[in-house]
């Protein structure tokens, strides 16, 4: 029969630390390279990631014979070659001005009707009670995997038949701005819903006591708190009807086209016509980069809120 001291010995040197694991030799490396070894290596990627668009920026800046004479680095050894004159004759392009502007009035309706239907549907979807919310949205999901390439004829048979008063859906800026928010909405009210649904309960409760109607509450206690969400859906949004091009060539006639439409259509059928695509492809990188890294906080916070719920 074992004494209590033994037993007290054993149970001692059953909790007692032993010898820490051998690490193999890749655990050992992976250690010592998550310290400053791994952050010089992520910045050698994301300029290696930057060079193209480097590249683009400085093809802009050279003359279209300097560009047929060697590579754009060539402008390291011959600094002279810089100059905005492609720029200034770009812009004076009324086409392509207008196609700027037609970019303009495609995106930002297309982004603000996305983000404010999808809201007040999420909304609903995650904490209002009405028959058949559970099949409505999963009708939702399931128009996720649908393809925008499987609706174009049947919607530009529709927009044929749209004429009211002169004006023609198909063609139209209109049209092209109701594709995309149509074909938006189901993955905007997905995201926001689910993050929505991950908001305390007790906070609308305590807001529905105080006397606060649904749309009080949507627009002080949800809209606030799922800032970061909406924000990232914005950014999304923004960047997906800004570089379309697909839609633009169905869809847009030449006096709504976009610019990557624009863009399209000064390739030659043997050369590319440099002098015009690296500026006018640099300007339209410019401004979803201006938005990305304008609105970059709320977009971290809203993917980083999103990884946690």
């Known amino acids: 029969m074992t004494s209590?001291?033994?037993?007290?010995?054993?149970?001692?040197?059953a909790r007692a630390p032993g010898p820490p694991p051998r690490r193999?030799?890749?655990?050992?490396l992976v250690g010592r390279a998550g310290g400053t070894v791994a952050q010089v290596l992520l910045v050698l990627v994301a300029l290696f990631w930057l060079v193209p668009t480097f590249g683009l920026f400085v093809e802009?800046?050279?003359?279209?014979?300097?560009?047929?004479?060697?590579?754009?680095?060539k402008v390291f050894s011959h600094p002279s070659q810089i100059t905005t004159s492609a720029y200034g004759s770009l812009l004076d392009k009324p086409d392509f001005v207008d196609s700027f502007w037609n970019t303009v009035l495609i995106t930002v309706p297309a982004t603000v009707l996305v983000v404010a239907i999808a809201s007040l549907a999420a909304y609903a979807f995650a904490w209002l009670e009405f028959?058949?919310?559970?099949?409505?949205?999963?009708?939702?999901?399931?128009?996720?995997?649908?393809?925008?390439?499987?609706?174009?004829?049947?919607?530009?048979?529709?927009?044929?038949?749209?004429?009211?008063?002169g004006f023609k859906m198909y063609g139209s800026?209109?049209?092209v701005v109701l594709f995309h928010v149509a074909f938006g909405l189901p993955f905007a009210i997905f995201l926001l819903r689910n993050f929505f649904a991950a908001i305390p309960r007790d906070l609308l409760e305590a807001a529905r006591m105080d006397g606060g109607s649904e749309w009080t509450i949507f627009r002080r206690v949800i809209f606030?708190?799922?800032?970061?969400?909406?924000?990232?859906?914005?950014?999304?949004?923004?960047?997906?009807?800004?570089?379309?091009?697909?839609?633009?060539?169905?869809?847009?006639?030449?006096?709504?086209q976009?610019?990557?439409?624009?863009?399209?259509?000064?390739?030659?059928?043997?050369?590319?016509n440099i002098d015009i695509l690296a500026p006018g492809a640099f300007l339209s990188l410019l401004v979803p980069l201006v938005v990305f890294f304008a609105f970059q906080r709320y977009f971290v916070q809203g993917v980083l809120a999103g990884s946690v719920k």
């Open 4 to 13: 209590p001291r033994t037993a007290r010995r054993a149970a001692t040197a």
């Open 60 to 73: 802009s800046l050279r003359s279209t014979e300097d560009n047929n004479a060697g590579g754009w680095w």
């Open 224 to 256: 606030p708190l799922g800032g970061p969400a909406i924000a990232s859906l914005g950014i999304f949004q923004f960047l997906w009807v800004w570089n379309d091009l697909l839609v633009a060539l169905v869809f847009a006639n030449t006096g709504a």
């Open 24 to 28: 193999s030799v890749a655990s050992r």
């Open 131 to 165: 028959p058949g919310r559970d099949w409505l949205f999963l009708i939702v999901v399931a128009l996720l995997v649908v393809p925008v390439q499987v609706a174009l004829l049947p919607v530009a048979k529709l927009y044929g038949n749209i004429d009211v008063g």
């Open 173 to 175: 800026i209109t049209g």
């Open 258 to 272: 976009p610019m990557t439409k624009w863009l399209q259509s000064q390739m030659r059928q043997f050369t590319g």
